[in-house]
């Protein structure tokens, strides 16, 4: 039962965060006057994290250590394809997305996993 809650609780924070993303994005892009899908496409590693830390919750403790890797292999992967893509260089400020990319993967994973531990505890 305590399980299903901790499931429960990890995917509606998710879902939360993701909603925040998406409202971050469009703020950002009526802010920058950039459209919104480079903006998406900029929160990639952010959303996919999110995602996949979501699929891989309720695996097992191997597939919740390895959501912390995840980012480290998506955000150095993310660079690589932007700054090679001339469409995406010029109309994105990468190393500002990769810091922020860094900052909202670090706090939702951070976030995610003290919740869902602390509140297990009171149910």
């Known amino acids: 039962m305590l399980a299903i809650y901790k499931e429960e609780l990890f995917e ?19 802010t920058l006057e950039t459209s ?10 952010s959303l996919l994290t999110i995602g996949l830390s979501v699929l891989v919750y309720e695996e097992s403790k191997f597939g919740r250590a390895s959501v ?4 480290f292999l998506l955000i ?5 394809v ?4 001339s469409l995406l260089y010029s109309v994105l400020d990468i190393n500002t997305l990769i810091v922020l ?7 939702y994973l951070v976030l995610a996993f003290l919740l869902v531990k602390l509140l297990s505890m009171y149910k």
Not at 82 to 85: R, W
């Open 82 to 85: 932007a700054t090679n893509q």
């Open 36 to 45: 919104l899908l480079f903006i998406l496409i900029g929160f990639f590693p």
């Open 101 to 107: 990319n860094l900052f909202v993967i670090g706090f």
């Open 12 to 30: 509606a924070f998710s879902i939360f965060s993701l909603i925040l993303i998406v409202m971050m994005s469009f703020a950002l892009s009526i």
């Open 68 to 71: 912390w890797i995840v980012p």
């Open 76 to 80: 150095p992967a993310f660079y690589l």
